[in-house]
């Protein structure tokens, strides 16, 4: 699954400008970089919204079904467990996402992050609208080869040349997208134990583990 993710981008201006959609003065107030985001926390989503082609507007992580709050769906599955497929898919940027290794109690926290520097990811999402407003749930697939030495499980990324086939392809076309991401787009970088709380939310998240933090090789003998 994608239990955390990342978006560092110091600005909205920013990530307006990197993700080609109009700015917001009103809504740019709203954003603040996230270095440990969680599930029930609000984000940002890409999507075709009026009139406009792409509008960045913000959402809860985890979509409403029911009582329920997902904030990850089997992508394969999505189509039939989700009725919002079909005309509510979503871009879900983020510039990283974590994953654990090691033993409960012993976590180790892994930042999965594009290996070109100042990239982003656009995951795969699909949102709804209730009366508190959008909310969303990221779309996972497979693994790739970096992914697959973590978890069996990681988010679906959509190339920045399929975007508009991801928003607004029929379910098909949307479909064949749910897949891994090429082995070499993510860098598997271990980072502070701070990022296993999701109540640390600094850059402090993302700096190496310390000599106490750093996992321990096993004894052969």
């Known amino acids: 699954m994608c239990g955390r993710a990342t978006l560092t981008v110091p600005s909205f201006e920013e990530l307006a400008r990197l993700l080609g959609v109009p700015y917001d003065a009103e809504l740019a107030a709203r954003y603040r970089p996230r270095f440990n985001m969680a599930p029930s926390d609000e984000h940002w989503i890409v999507a075709p919204f009026g009139s406009t082609a792409r509008s960045l507007l913000p959402a809860k992580w985890g979509l409403s079904i029911g009582p329920k709050r997902l904030p990850n ?3 394969e599955h999505a189509h039939k467990q989700l009725k919002n497929f079909a005309h509510a898919r979503c871009l879900v ?4 996402f974590f994953e654990w290794s090691g033993d409960k109690g012993a976590r180790v926290p892994h930042w999965f992050h594009p290996a070109q520097p100042h990239s982003l990811l656009l995951l795969a999402g699909v949102y709804g609208e209730g009366p508190e407003g959008f909310d969303f749930t990221v779309l996972t697939t497979k693994p790739n080869a970096a992914v697959a030495k973590v978890h069996d499980r990681m988010p679906v990324v959509i190339p920045t040349e399929l975007a508009d ?4 392809g029929d379910q098909d076309e949307a479909l064949s997208l749910v897949k891994p991401a090429p082995d070499d787009l993510l860098v598997d970088t271990v980072v502070s134990t701070r990022a296993n709380s999701a109540r640390n939310d600094d850059p402090e998240c ?8 750093a996992p321990r090789q096993r004894k052969l003998f």
Do not use: I, Y
């Not at 993302?206 to 933090?213: I, M, R």
């Open 165 to 168: 086939q991801w928003l607004r």
């Open 93 to 96: 940027p983020v510039d990283g």
């Open 206 to 213: 993302l700096l190496p583990p310390t000599d106490a933090e």
């Open 73 to 75: 769906v089997r992508g």
